[in-house]
């Protein structure tokens, strides 16, 4: 077992263990009589017990908490569904954030690649409030009349931040304010084989003048010792995602509406059990006992601060990852451009996971001009959520004017030439 596989391990049974351990010790000193070392134990155990309510208010465990209490209030609502939890190999998010489904039950679609359509969808919560949006007639975050055309100017691509996490307008919620007609078709957790897969089904509907993937590291690398996969090992596992890669002419027929139907009502079905489920506030009893909002405060402090190795792709899932790539500039006929977005990490790291995202592009077939490196540009503490990894409203706005600046840059361009 590797370091990953243990921490994976770890992560998913921590209650469990760390019971187990604690009433092993407990009853250990009791019947060693070590009174004295059972009272520090017992000490220590309540200090950490203290910082773990204080740190509770942060936790995942306590925005779920938050969402079931939106839910209740606003009738009709749906829980935010993301492709990466339909995903079935099993990492540190556990199995209990994996829904399991059968192409039965939301036929025609094989693999969901956005949430409920026309919903109020409920999101994330960082520095702001907890935030929710109206869901289009596919289910992504986007006004619904924006698809009235065949054709927009922007296509955003990407992962929580194209999908505009934890604020209240998203990169392409800000362009629309400049008069841009720009979709998103960003999800939470989406690498890149989930985006070459949404924007395959698009361009069988639709037509965007220029497409802007964002890539994050987690896309293709990971910090030594976190309990959670690349996003393109989990993804490459996936059968309909890689029969999307690999067969030229397969789609879905996602930006179809009518064939969501079946999958807006089995939306509709976890969300119900979600908001009548009553094990919440037993499981939150447990988690702060067990200590969890301390040991999830510990980790990300190691990852952001003091972790300075990385783990990256397999060659074997190397090669695919180009192949990706390759396939996402084919369809996009080049008029794509892919933005490198820094992480939280990026104030006290050395930048090695950039530098081999940008070898893995030198040995793709992209020009070098379609590479927009943002990751010492926006590598900026007033850009970051503080209680979060996300962007804050400031750094969404600074990289919507970028885009905004690139892309009219490049319709002037285009205009000239002609």
């Given at each position: 077992?590797?370091?990953?596989?243990?921490?994976?391990?770890?992560?998913?049974?921590?209650?469990?263990?760390?019971?187990?351990?604690?009433?092993?010790?407990?009853?250990?000193?009791?019947?060693?009589?070590?009174?004295?070392?059972?009272?520090?134990?017992?000490?220590?155990?309540?200090?950490?017990?203290?910082?773990?309510?204080?740190?509770?208010?942060?936790?995942?465990?306590?925005?779920?908490?938050?969402?079931?209490?939106?839910?209740?209030?606003?009738?009709?609502?749906?829980?935010?569904?993301?492709?990466?939890?339909?995903?079935?190999?099993?990492?540190?998010?556990?199995?209990?954030?994996?829904?399991?489904?059968?192409?039965?039950?939301?036929?025609?679609?094989?693999?969901?690649?956005?949430?409920?359509?026309?919903?109020?969808?409920?999101?994330?919560?960082?520095?702001?409030?907890?935030?929710?949006?109206?869901?289009?007639?596919?289910?992504?975050?986007?006004?619904?009349?924006?698809?009235?055309?065949?054709?927009?100017?922007?296509?955003?691509?990407?992962?929580?931040?194209?999908?505009?996490?934890?604020?209240?307008?998203?990169?392409?919620?800000?362009?629309?304010?400049?008069?841009?007609?720009?979709?998103?078709?960003?999800?939470?957790?989406?690498?890149?084989?989930?985006?070459?897969?949404?924007?395959?089904?698009?361009?069988?509907?639709?037509?965007?003048?220029?497409?802007?993937?964002?890539?994050?590291?987690?896309?293709?690398?990971?910090?030594?010792?976190?309990?959670?996969?690349?996003?393109?090992?989990?993804?490459?596992?996936?059968?309909?995602?890689?029969?999307?890669?690999?067969?030229?002419?397969?789609?879905?027929?996602?930006?179809?509406?009518?064939?969501?139907?079946?999958?807006?009502?089995?939306?509709?079905?976890?969300?119900?059990?979600?908001?009548?489920?009553?094990?919440?506030?037993?499981?939150?009893?447990?988690?702060?006992?067990?200590?969890?909002?301390?040991?999830?405060?510990?980790?990300?402090?190691?990852?952001?601060?003091?972790?300075?190795?990385?783990?990256?792709?397999?060659?074997?899932?190397?090669?695919?990852?180009?192949?990706?790539?390759?396939?996402?500039?084919?369809?996009?006929?080049?008029?794509?451009?892919?933005?490198?977005?820094?992480?939280?990490?990026?104030?006290?790291?050395?930048?090695?996971?950039?530098?081999?995202?940008?070898?893995?592009?030198?040995?793709?077939?992209?020009?070098?001009?379609?590479?927009?490196?943002?990751?010492?540009?926006?590598?900026?503490?007033?850009?970051?959520?503080?209680?979060?990894?996300?962007?804050?409203?400031?750094?969404?706005?600074?990289?919507?004017?970028?885009?905004?600046k690139h892309y009219i840059d490049n319709l002037y361009e285009?205009?000239?030439?002609?």
């Amino acid at each position: 077992m590797n370091l990953t596989s243990l921490l994976i391990f770890l992560s998913i049974n921590w209650v469990l263990i760390f019971f187990i351990c604690f009433f092993a010790i407990l009853i250990f000193l009791i019947f060693a009589k070590k009174f004295n070392l059972l009272t520090l134990f017992l000490s220590l155990y309540f200090s950490f017990f203290l910082i773990s309510i204080f740190l509770f208010p942060e936790s995942q465990i306590y925005i779920t908490q938050l969402k079931k209490e939106f839910l209740e209030e606003n009738k009709g609502a749906s829980l935010d569904f993301f492709p990466s939890s339909f995903l079935r190999t099993v990492d540190g998010r556990g199995k209990q954030n994996i829904f399991s489904h059968s192409k039965k039950l939301i036929s025609p679609i094989e693999f969901p690649l956005s949430g409920a359509k026309r919903k109020t969808t409920i999101f994330c919560k960082e520095d702001e409030i907890l935030v929710s949006y109206e869901s289009d007639r596919f289910g992504f975050r986007n006004k619904d009349s924006l698809w009235e055309e065949k054709k927009q100017d922007i296509l955003i691509l990407g992962d929580s931040f194209a999908h505009g996490a934890c604020v209240d307008n998203s990169i392409s919620e800000n362009l629309n304010k400049k008069s841009i007609n720009s979709i998103s078709l960003g999800q939470g957790g989406n690498g890149l084989l989930t985006s070459y897969a949404v924007n395959k089904e698009y361009i069988s509907d639709y037509q965007a003048n220029i497409t802007y993937l964002l890539i994050y590291y987690n896309d293709y690398s990971r910090e030594e010792g976190h309990p959670l996969l690349i996003d393109f090992e989990r993804e490459i596992k996936n059968t309909t995602l890689k029969k999307t890669l690999l067969e030229k002419d397969f789609t879905q027929g996602y930006f179809n509406e009518e064939n969501l139907n079946n999958l807006n009502l089995y939306y509709e079905v976890i969300t119900k059990n979600f908001i009548n489920q009553n094990r919440l506030n037993y499981n939150k009893y447990l988690y702060v006992l067990s200590l969890k909002p301390l040991l999830e405060f510990i980790n990300n402090i190691y990852t952001l601060e003091l972790s300075s190795s990385m783990r990256y792709l397999s060659k074997k899932n190397e090669l695919l990852f180009i192949q990706t790539l390759n396939s996402l500039n084919n369809i996009n006929n080049k008029r794509i451009f892919y933005i490198i977005l820094p992480n939280k990490r990026c104030f006290s790291n050395e930048f090695s996971e950039i530098n081999y995202l940008k070898s893995n592009l030198i040995h793709s077939e992209i020009n070098e001009n379609q590479i927009l490196d943002l990751s010492k540009k926006m590598c900026n503490k007033t850009y970051f959520a503080f209680n979060g990894v996300h962007f804050n409203k400031d750094g969404y706005e600074k990289i919507s004017n970028i885009i905004y600046k690139h892309y009219i840059d490049n319709l002037y361009e285009k205009i000239s030439l002609k």
